[in-house]
């Protein structure tokens, strides 16, 4: 079997022990014969300033607003999480907006570039990438996890253990964890389980009705576009032709449905984060992604192939325990 059939293979595979899970536990629905075509966001970095005179960004205090009827509400005294002595809790801090964090899905960085004999300031907008074939979803052994018909990446808060395999296989570490709420409170609070994973969800409750994100409404600069997701491809290619500019997000981790523009290269961009995460206080902490160029997707390593096919029918079983639980308790769960 070649090369390229084999990763057919394990998609496929993939995509029906994920994807069965995900109508089971509610997710991924859609409605009965409709055609639903995947959407996507274009940032040109060359129109976005971070709001200046602004303490917060339009797009991050959009996003909270809209929000915030999804973000944790943790249990008042929270257990460390066996077998491990730490827990990761962001109550103190749910006001930070310079990060992510469960309370906090998009934030804005800035770095500045020297390129061609000239300093460039850049504005970055950050939060999920929404991958075409995401790792955080295909290795959830929960099936927490999915990729939706219409693009967005969501995290099912009432099936996530908060175990964070999700952001350990992703190239940005974007995932947030709260202890202290969800499942694991329910089953043995003292011994297993993290939390919650938190990221952002494209507002999906918006996305189904035909609205557009609350960031990309209240970007005051248009430098965020939503739409098909071809229709952005194109918008990115052809604004990078305009300006000699340079794409993010059309190749990395085997390709998204976000799609930077810049005028200078990523390269440049992703030396500046990383310097900047160094001098941080806690430089390992989660939540100040980089941008590597041309990052590779850990389902196409031979551990994440093994590990996902190993995940696949779990993820499906657990779901669809999850979904009798739920049906004889008479509830309905949609998960986003």
């Not at 999480?81 to 990060?99: H, V």
């Not at 934030?107 to 061609?116: G, L």
Request: glycine letters at 12%; hydrophobic letters at 35%.
């Amino acid at each position: 079997m070649s090369l390229l059939s084999r990763r057919d293979f394990i998609k496929r595979t993939l995509a029906a022990g994920v994807a069965s899970g995900l109508v089971l536990s509610g997710l991924g629905k859609a409605a009965e014969g409709a055609t639903i075509t995947p959407r996507g966001t274009f940032y040109d970095l060359t129109k976005c300033d971070g709001c200046k005179g602004l303490k917060v960004p339009r797009c991050v205090s959009a996003c909270r607003e809209e929000n915030s009827f999804k973000f944790p509400k943790p249990a008042e005294h929270i257990e460390y999480y066996w077998p491990q002595k730490k827990k990761e809790d962001w109550q103190d801090k749910k006001d930070l907006t310079t990060r992510l964090t469960p309370y906090n899905w998009t934030f804005v960085q800035h770095v500045q570039v020297k390129h061609n004999g000239r300093t460039v300031d850049v504005f970055i907008p950050r939060r999920c990438m929404h991958c075409d074939n995401p790792p955080c979803a295909n290795l959830c052994p929960f099936g927490a996890q999915g990729k939706t018909p219409e693009g967005p990446v969501i995290i099912n808060p009432n099936l996530c253990l908060g175990g964070a395999k999700c952001r350990d296989v992703c190239p940005w570490g974007i995932p947030a964890r709260q202890a202290g709420v969800g499942l694991y409170m329910k089953l043995a609070p003292r011994y297993v389980g993290g939390g919650v994973m938190y990221k952002c969800d494209l507002c999906y409750h918006r996305v189904k009705e035909g609205k557009i994100p609350a960031c990309v409404e209240a970007c005051p600069r248009g430098a965020i576009a939503f739409g098909d997701k071809e229709e952005m491809r194109a918008l990115a290619w052809k604004r990078a032709r305009e300006i000699g500019g340079y794409v993010y997000g059309d190749k990395e981790n085997g390709g998204t449905s976000t799609f930077y523009v810049s005028p200078v290269p990523f390269e440049l961009i992703h030396e500046q984060l990383l310097a900047q995460k160094k001098k941080q206080p806690n430089p390992t902490a989660p939540g100040f992604p980089g941008m590597p160029v041309g990052v590779g997707n850990f389902l196409d390593s031979v551990n994440g192939i093994a590990g996902a096919l190993l995940v696949a029918p779990l993820a499906g079983t657990f779901a669809a325990g999850y979904a009798a639980y739920r049906t004889m308790k008479g509830e309905e769960d949609h998960g986003g």
